[in-house]
């Protein structure tokens, strides 16, 4: 254990170790209300909607909307307890902080490197899809994929080491583009739908869907196989946790901020999709562009399509921004208990945690390195693979409430009034959905869904590697 955690007995649980994590030292509570609650609902909106959803109506049809219910409905439930967890104590190494509480130094260090590789990973796929959507512009179609996906990243690092002030801003300016954007699609799709505009010579309606194989024009497995993806989606949501100790009223704000995130999912995600094949075929979206961008392209309107393009292009943006942020904190975490490199700790005098921001852009490189040699493939590979790091960080963030709920109630530990209930049916439940997203990923995930799930035999290799040689070095 390191130094410095110090057993302070004050909840009186006999052996137990009150925390007070040393990663938490030095931060500027310099996030407003305001960045919060943009922040959670940036969190909600990212390249898996924008970028993904084209390629994942192609497979599953108009199903993909009742797939991203159901993820919703865990990703909800999955956000709930960690603001259950958050108003227990805040912390800026998040749910990592309370594996540590919960599960020991040993549980700490496995929930935080797998969210490091969560977001290494998400960072390859977002600097992929800046790249592709770059390419729109025919004016860029001669650059290479791996040159704008390095350009991408390189902006994104030099913004995110100014402050953590600036952070919020820019997440700020970024999640209400984003809001706009969809809240314009909605309005426009809603209008075509009640005047029967017709779009590229079709008229949309419900008949879109009925019309091109009804909900399930590839069987009910289909749904089912996008899963994984769909999960991805929502890979964002926990860090409105992490926002948690850089806020000055953390119990106030954070509960106002989760409780949104209902009707997001359902708006957002769910009717979007909706809309979507209502105004065309299924069949008419495609990997490599965002859907949203077909509509409006085929309208027309070119110019409209290449205002949408710029918006989802800046998601892409929002979201890489957002993963140095959160795994800057993350890695502080770590390092602060000896379960990091060192220098993963180093903080600027600006507040901000340098060391492991650059940790993370070193490791989204690799992502250029797979514009380099797979640029057709990349997008695919490296969502698959964060899909893991997600999978692992919510199991880890219901265990830790389930430990949690149960302290309480053996009168070790007193719950906030903000707080999950069903404990601990609704957590069981949960971790079976998502360890059956990983299975079904293996399954029917392909050559790159079955080399995806035989990577978690080399990835706890390389955790248990890790750990021993930073025992040893301690």
């Known amino acids: ?26 931060y500027a509570k310099s996030l407003a209300p305001r960045h919060i609650s943009m922040i959670a609902i940036g969190g909600a909106i990212g390249t898996g909607l924008f970028l993904g959803a084209g390629g994942r109506l192609a497979i599953a049809g108009p199903s993909l909307a009742i797939s991203y219910a159901i993820a919703g409905v865990f990703a909800f439930l999955v956000v709930r307890a960690l603001g259950e967890l958050v108003l227990h104590r805040p912390s800026s190494g998040s749910f990592v902080s309370y594996a540590r509480e919960f599960l020991g130094e040993k549980g700490a260090y496995v ?11 998400t960072g390859m796929a977002d600097i992929t899809a800046v790249a592709l959507y770059v390419h729109y512009w025919g004016a860029f179609t001669s650059v290479p994929q791996w040159l704008l996906a390095l350009i991408a990243l390189a902006v994104v690092v030099s913004v995110n080491l100014i402050s953590v002030r600036l952070f919020g801003e820019m997440e700020f300016w970024f999640a209400i583009i984003k809001v706009a ?80 995130i209902t009707w997001r999912i359902a708006l ?16 008419a979206y495609h990997a490599g562009e ?44 770590l390092a602060a208990a ?31 390195a797979l514009n380099a040699w797979l ?50 049916w609704v957590e069981i439940v949960t971790i079976a959905f998502l360890v059956f997203v990983v ?5 029917q995930g392909g050559d790159v869904g079955r080399w995806t799930v035989a990577l978690i035999i080399p990835i706890a290799g390389a955790l248990t590697a890790g750990w021993y040689a930073i025992r040893r070095r301690d």
């Open 1 to 26: 254990m390191s130094k410095d955690l110090t057993k302070t007995g004050t909840k009186g649980v006999p052996g137990e170790i009150d925390l007070d994590d040393a990663g938490d030292a030095g």
């Open 290 to 333: 965002s859907p949203f961008v077909t509509v409006f392209s085929k309208m027309g309107v070119p110019a409209i399509g290449g205002i949408m393009n710029a918006v989802v292009l800046t998601a892409a943006m929002s979201s890489l921004n957002s993963g140095l942020y959160s795994t800057g904190r993350i890695l502080r975490s």
């Open 181 to 260: 954007a969809i809240v314009v699609f909605l309005i426009v799709g809603i209008v075509l739908l009640a005047t029967q505009h017709k779009i590229a010579g079709q008229t949309p309606g419900l008949h879109m869907i009925s019309d091109n194989g009804g909900w399930f024009p590839h069987g009910v497995a289909q749904m089912v196989i996008v899963l994984q993806g769909v999960v991805f989606a929502y890979a964002a949501i926990e860090m409105v946790g992490i926002t948690a100790g850089e806020t000055a009223e953390p119990a106030k704000v954070v509960p106002k901020a989760i409780n949104s």
């Open 111 to 121: 929930a935080g490197w797998m969210y490091v590789l969560n977001w290494a990973t």
């Open 338 to 368: 000896g379960s990091a490199p060192k220098f993963t700790g180093k903080m600027s005098a600006r507040a901000v945690p340098y060391g492991g921001i650059f940790f993370t852009a070193g490791f989204a490189l690799i992502g250029v």
């Open 375 to 424: 640029p057709g493939e990349a997008f695919d590979i490296v969502v698959n693979i964060a899909s893991l790091g997600v999978i692992s960080t919510w199991i880890m963030i219901m265990v830790c409430h389930a430990l949690f709920v149960r302290r309480a109630r053996a009168g070790h530990a007193e719950r906030p009034s903000y707080r999950l209930g069903g404990s601990p």
């Open 268 to 283: 957002f995600y769910v009717g979007s999709v909706v809309l979507l094949v209502m105004l065309l075929p299924w069949s």
């Open 439 to 443: 299975v079904e990923m293996g399954v």
